[in-house]
């Protein structure tokens, strides 16, 4: 009894704490939780049904009430109540500022006046970060997005709202001299929209600040992509997706500690050798077809990522930079501590992995991300390829196995044999070892196999003789 009462106190006393808390700090806490989740608070209590009124955290999104697989006529009525809804929370608005005030809405012209209004709300409540997301999902699985003209032009009274220190803009037309005046901005997103001549380079010249640049699918760009600008202060930059006129990105950014690049296999160059860069991504899986020629030109572009310490590559990558010059590794070795593999482990990737292990001495965790990948039947490798003692005959022991390597962890793991007799090679001569993590995989495979099927074939690992003994297998 005594403990039940002891119970009730406790309970009580922790209501009689937050009915403490002053509004103001109810909203603080409420911006941690996504905004839909804030709304949902309204009905724990009376006082906390007005509370989220003041949030200073606004993100309105069409998906709050149209569903995908919705008929046309639903969605429209669907976007009415959307629109109706947003406009009543605004007016109701019990805040004196907004930090962050986004919207996501696929069919801004037909309520052009509703948008506009909504941004002028934003612009009077002093607003730092603003998105406007006006995309149409249907877009994301394309690769070619110049058949999609941006369907919103920003309002021209945005380009006098100084204090802007986050932008994002999707399918929304912007115009450029205009960015003179956000002598404030940090972060700059661009997406589905058209880049004019010298669009990128007078947009890194007007924000001197810029910190973070995000290009998504914008197309027109100029001839090459040139990130460049002085005194540059760009540390993040993605690039997805996005159509070049000419087959080059060059980058002289010597502040850049993060790159993410999603697209073609261009020419990449920069005079300073990303010599700030800590961690970058490639993804080459939009390549139409094998271009052997294309071998050097990543092979060039990883001799310049001297100091990244985390670097994920792509299948294509795998299969095409064996064809370089130098097919056996790198001139100047990598300082990658943690390598991350997209592969789809088929024998045609096998002679990159091999050229990975051996550019990166120090790698320290290995990430093999099985998937779906393309693999071009007309590829042909630098040398003999024998699909079932490739990783079993006399390769040597390559540094980083031998010296560094401690976790290895594969994501989608469904114990193929190709993926058995590759783990086996790390297991068996992978002398400091110490964590094998196995995350199953969720599809089923063409033999009907499922998780549990798949932790029955990893088992067998363990029949392998160990040349670490610390190392344990785990599953997930």
Sequence with gaps: ??????????????RDI???LSSELLCAIFCFLPFKEAARTSVLSTRFRHVWRGMKKIDFQENFFVQPNEPEDQKQIHRREFIDFADQWLTNYTGTTVHTFSVTFSRPGD?????????????????????????DPNWIREYGPENRVGVFDLPVHVYSHRVLESLKLFSCNIWVPGFRNFSALKQLSLGWIELKHNAVEALLL??????SLSLKKCWSIDAQLYISSTNLRLTTLVVDKCNFLYGMVQIDAPNL???????????FYSETEFISLQEAEFDFGVEPEFF???????????????????????????????????????????????????????PFEYYGIRFMLKSCPLLETLTINIGRARIFHDYEPPFKLDREE???????????????????????????RNEVVFLKYLITLGCVLEELNLYLSKEVDGYGGNKEIYRQR??????????????CISFY
């Design 390 to 416: 490739f990783w079993t005959e006399n390769l040597g022991v390559y540094r980083c196995i031998e010296a560094s390597l401690k976790v290895v962890e594969v994501i989608g793991f469904k114990g193929s």
């Design 1 to 14: 009894m005594a403990d039940n009462n002891n119970n009730k106190r406790s309970s009580s006393s922790s």
């Design 111 to 135: 309520f052009l006046l509703d948008m506009h209004n909504f941004i002028t709300f934003s612009l009077l409540y002093s607003v730092k970060g603003l998105t406007l997301d006006f995309h």
């Design 292 to 346: 052997s020629e294309d071998g050097q030109y990543l092979y060039d572009l990883l001799e310049q990522l001297l100091s990244v310490r985390v670097l994920t590559v792509c299948s294509y990558l795998l299969q095409v930079v064996p064809c370089a010059d130098e097919p056996l590794g790198l001139l100047n070795t990598l300082n990658v501590r943690h390598l991350i593999l997209k592969t789809a482990m088929n």
């Design 257 to 267: 500690r993060l790159f993410n690049y999603s697209g073609r296999a261009e020419q």
């Design 206 to 211: 007007s924000c001197p600040l810029l910190e």
């Design 18 to 20: 937050i009915s403490r």
């Design 458 to 471: 990893g088992q067998w690992l363990h029949q392998f003789e160990k040349a670490s003994p610390n190392l």
